[in-house]
T-cell receptor
Framework: GAGVSQTPSNKVTEKGKYVELRCDPI?????LYWYRQSLGQGPEFLIYFQGTGAADDSGLPNDRFFAVRPEGSVSTLKIQRTERGDSAVYLC???????????FGQGTRLTVV | GENVEQHPSTLSVQEGDSAVIKCTYSDSASNYFPWYKQELGKRPQLIID?????GEKKDQRIAVTLNKTAKHFSLHITETQPEDSAVYFCAASITRGKLVFGAGTILRVKS
């Protein structure tokens, strides 16, 4: 596709459940980023990948959060034992390289009930 | 780490007037300062950016100024139109991808 694609667009889950959020970056983009945006706030950096490896995961809030990008393209953000405080819009972005413009996806709105 | 503060949190202007949004950053190593526009329920979209080797950049009705010494940068929108209404975010970084965002400014342009 032409842009960054995220699925699902909306996800409602019960507290304590496991969720996976998927990001399809723009074809050819080597850098991929995950951000989290809470209501009324700016996006907050979680992790970024350069190729297949997580180059910086300093923004992951705790060890319930994990992300993978096994083939250097699609990435999955995984959240274990979800908590109500995890409710937010999870945004993915990609860029050709680390120092080129990052393009955002539409986000996945996660609601933990 | 980097911390970015953004003001005001909301801004209402009359159509045709100018709007100014200001941000300050803490890390003097930051050298890239983008501005994003986000409409309700949509993705953030880059509208203009500036690097620290430049003091001002303009693109039609939008301009950004940077004061490295004071560590602040501003977005200026002239001749505002109703379609400019959105949330605007500033960000600062030493890379173009790993960004630290401000809290956002809700801009309302009244017609």
């Amino acid at each position: 596709g032409a842009g960054v694609s995220q699925t699902p667009s909306n996800k409602v889950t019960e507290k304590g459940k496991y969720v996976e959020l998927r990001c399809d970056p723009i074809s050819g983009h080597t850098a991929l980023y995950w951000y989290r945006q809470s209501l009324g706030q700016g996006p907050e950096f979680l992790i970024y990948f350069q190729g297949t490896g997580a180059a910086d995961d300093s923004g992951l809030p705790n060890d319930r959060f994990f992300a993978v990008r096994p083939e250097g393209s699609v990435s999955t953000l995984k959240i274990q034992r979800t908590e109500r405080g995890d409710s937010a819009v999870y945004l993915c972005a990609s860029s050709l390289t680390l120092n080129t413009e990052a393009f955002f996806g539409q986000g996945t709105r996660l609601t933990v009930v | 780490g980097e911390n970015v503060e953004q003001h005001p949190s909301t801004l209402s202007v009359q159509e045709g007037d100018s709007a100014v949004i200001k941000c300050t950053y803490s890390d003097s190593a930051s050298n890239y300062f983008p501005w994003y526009k986000q409409e309700l329920g949509k993705r953030p979209q880059l509208i203009i950016d500036i690097r620290s080797n430049v003091g001002e950049k303009k693109d039609q009705r939008i301009a950004v100024t940077l004061n490295k010494t004071a560590k602040h940068f501003s977005l200026h929108i002239t001749e505002t139109q109703p379609e400019d209404s959105a949330v605007y975010f500033c960000a600062a970084s030493i890379t173009r991808g790993k960004l630290v965002f401000g809290a956002g400014t809700i801009l309302r342009v009244k017609s």
